[in-house]
């Protein structure tokens, strides 16, 4: 891997693409208008982003909807369709390191990280999806001998996407594989300040030989290229991850439009439970810290809360402090670096705002707390204890690098807590008894639950939650059936 200097020339003197890409090309959004796009980092300009708005959506739903209608793509041979998608995860390798500089710069996040996880693991979400295209198969009914009755996975038609700005490539990738694999067209509107990496993806997609129109990305603002894209009477499914909020807004748009179908992954206030016969507490500490001070805590399952049964707190949190001695906070670009800032101003002063709340009822702070101002969004690890299951703290979504510690008396108390709020995402139970794991973690209300381990994930299986974090799954070949419509044909045969 470069050096810290290598990677900071390279990021000032890229030249990304920035227009909106439609029918195969770049082109001007039809207004004529752009907005700055700045490195969260450095706050270098990095490129003026084209701003797409309802004039652009509709330009983008047609050549989709003409590309879908054609059958260039929906109706062609499946191993050609396959072979387009293996040789388009092909070029995103290929293009690892401009992939992942573009994500690093517009996000924050460290180069490490986004050439080891975000880049390559889109291309194998690509991939993977690709090599289910000729391997997938419909159904038979059992009907009378004088019948045939057979239910088949038809497309939808134009699916438009919607993604935010903490994972951009990777989850945009979760939306295309399965979306494309099963012959649909697509619209992807992604973050306004996380838009290079989309823009890259569809460029390359069109290189490996995927037909124009099929896959476009219009960059723009939520209230006016998503709420467009929500509202398109030609899209049949929104698939959007993101707040709680604008999630709302999704299915008010489709509800009011042709009610399209709506997929939505909306954020978690993840517990990692400890019971009280974990025995490997260092190695519980170490993935407790990484499960909330990955990227600075702006992931969607982040392990925010941590339940911990009466006994081991203490061993626990010395091991959290020592964890920390050796976790490296710091430059992006620094190859060495495991947590650098957040994303945006807005998102670091959301942040201080719950770190105001310290104290206000009885929250004794353990280490990090101190807020930024200014240019400066590298908030340190946070870890605040004695907080209150129905706080603010303990409740809501901070999204930043921020751990609540919340006490429970015995098992029973500690599963109440963990279901304690709205969301249902993500949740981890550790334990060394694997018989309680298991009934402990059928009672949890939650998407995914590991057991002795946090954020291991993967393509293969389903990514999703229960309450206000949202409905449907990305990701597994369950999402084939997100992206498609059963079909029965019934054949008499008399």
Same mark, same amino acid.
């Given at each position: ?20 890409? $439609? ?15 700045? %490195?969260?980092?450095?706050? +270098? ?49 290929? +293009? ?19 050439? *080891? ?68 067209? $697509? ?44 509202? +398109? ?10 707040s709680g909020p604008t999630g709302r807004k999704m299915m008010q748009y489709a509800a009011e439009s042709n009610m399209k179908q ?7 206030? %993840? ?14 500490? *170490? ?70 709340? $310290? ?78 794991? +298991? ?56």
């Amino acid at each position: 891997m470069s050096d810290t200097q290598t990677w900071q020339k390279r990021a000032l003197d890229l030249k990304p693409q920035s227009q909106i890409f $439609i029918d195969g090309k770049f082109v001007d959004a039809a207004s004529g208008r752009t907005f700055e796009n700045f %490195s969260p980092s450095d706050g +270098h300009l990095i490129c003026n982003v084209a701003s797409g708005d309802t004039e652009d959506i509709n330009r983008a739903v047609a050549s989709a909807k003409k590309a879908y209608d054609s059958g260039v793509w929906s109706e062609m041979n499946p191993r050609d369709k396959k072979a387009i998608m293996l040789r388009w995860a092909q070029l995103l390798n290929e +293009h690892r390191e401009e992939l992942a500089l573009l994500e690093a710069i517009d996000t924050g996040r460290p180069i490490a990280d986004a050439l *080891s996880v975000d880049a390559p693991n889109s291309a194998r979400v690509i991939q993977w999806y690709g090599e289910t295209i000729d391997k997938t198969y419909d159904e038979i009914a059992p009907a009378p001998r004088n019948a045939l009755a057979m239910v088949t996975r038809e497309p939808l038609g134009v699916i438009g996407a919607v993604v935010p700005w903490n994972y951009p490539m990777m989850i945009t990738s979760w939306k295309l594989g399965p979306a494309l694999a099963m012959g649909n067209s $697509i619209v992807v509107k992604p973050a306004e300040n996380s838009s290079l990496s989309a823009l890259k993806m569809a460029e390359l997609a069109v290189a490996a030989g995927l037909p124009a129109g099929v896959f476009n990305v219009v960059p723009g603002l939520g209230s006016e290229a998503g709420q467009a894209l929500a509202r +398109h009477m030609n899209i049949a499914k929104i698939a959007f991850t993101g707040s709680g909020p604008t999630g709302r807004k999704m299915m008010q748009y489709a509800a009011e439009s042709n009610m399209k179908q709506v997929s939505l992954e909306l954020g978690g206030k %993840s517990p990692q439970v400890v019971l009280n016969d974990c025995t490997d507490l260092e190695a519980a500490a *170490s993935t407790i810290a990484w499960a909330i001070y990955y990227n600075a805590g702006q992931t969607c399952n982040a392990g925010s809360r941590i339940i911990v049964e009466k006994g081991v707190k203490e061993e626990l949190f010395a091991h959290l402090h020592k964890f920390l001695e050796s976790f490296v906070v710091g430059n992006q670009f620094d190859p060495t670096t495991q947590m650098a800032g957040l994303v945006s101003e807005l998102q670091r002063d959301r942040v201080n705002a719950y770190l105001d709340l $310290i104290g206000q009822d009885g929250e004794k702070l353990i280490f990090g707390g101190q807020k930024t101002s200014g240019k400066d969004l590298l908030i340190k690890p946070t870890l605040i204890d004695n907080v209150k299951p129905d706080s603010r703290l303990a409740q809501e979504e901070i999204f930043g690098p921020v751990l609540v510690a919340i006490d429970a008396k015995d098992e029973a108390e500690a599963l109440q807590l963990a279901n304690g709020t709205e969301y249902g995402l993500a949740a981890s139970v550790w334990t060394n008894n694997v018989a309680r794991a +298991h009934k402990f973690a059928r009672k949890l209300r939650a998407g995914t639950v590991w057991v002795n381990t946090f954020d291991m994930l993967d393509v293969i299986t389903p990514f999703g939650g229960f309450g206000a974090s949202g409905n449907g799954r990305d990701k597994s070949l369950h999402a084939l059936d997100a992206y498609s419509a059963l079909k029965t044909t019934w054949v008499d045969l008399n």
